[in-house]
C-alpha cells in the first residue's frame, strides 16, 4: 500500500521557520522524483520545490526561490522542506508528490502551513 504522509505543518509568525517531512512507504523510493506544492484557498495547486530521485537535481517556483530548500534521504525514505523567512502569501496547504516516468503519481493528504501574527 502506497502512502506519502506529511507533517511538520502548523502556525508560524512571518519571518520564522518550518520543516515539512514526507515519509514514503509502499514503493521503490529512490526511483521516485519528489515534489512539494501547495494550494491556497481560492487558488490553483502550484509547484514549490522539486528534487530528483538521486537528490542531485533541484527546482523551485520563483516566489520562493532563496527561501525553501528541498533535501531527500533515501536510505530513510523521506523528503524534507525547509521553509525560512515565511511569508503571509505562504499560507496554504502543502502537498507532496511522488512521480517517476512509465509510473503512477502517488499524494500526500496535504499539511496545513499558516503564516500569520
Known amino acids: 500500500q502506497v502512502q506519502l504522509v506529511e507533517s511538520g505543518g502548523g502556525l508560524v509568525q512571518p519571518g520564522g521557520s518550518l520543516r515539512l517531512s514526507c515519509a514514503a512507504s509502499?514503493?521503490?523510493?529512490?526511483?521516485?522524483?519528489m515534489s512539494w506544492y501547495r494550494q491556497a484557498p481560492g487558488k490553483e495547486r502550484e509547484l514549490v520545490a522539486a528534487?530528483?530521485?538521486?537528490?542531485?537535481?533541484?527546482n523551485y517556483g520563483d516566489s520562493v526561490k532563496g527561501r525553501f530548500t528541498i533535501s531527500r534521504d533515501n536510505g530513510k525514505k523521506t523528503v524534507y522542506l525547509q521553509m525560512n523567512s515565511l511569508k503571509p502569501e505562504d499560507t496554504a496547504v502543502y502537498y507532496c508528490?511522488?512521480?517517476?516516468?512509465?509510473?503512477?503519481?502517488?499524494w500526500g493528504q496535504g499539511t496545513q502551513v499558516t503564516v500569520s501574527s
Open positions: 508528490k511522488a512521480a517517476a516516468v512509465w509510473k503512477s503519481v502517488y
Open positions: 509502499g514503493f521503490t523510493f529512490s526511483s521516485y522524483a
Open positions: 528534487i530528483a530521485n538521486a537528490g542531485g537535481s533541484t
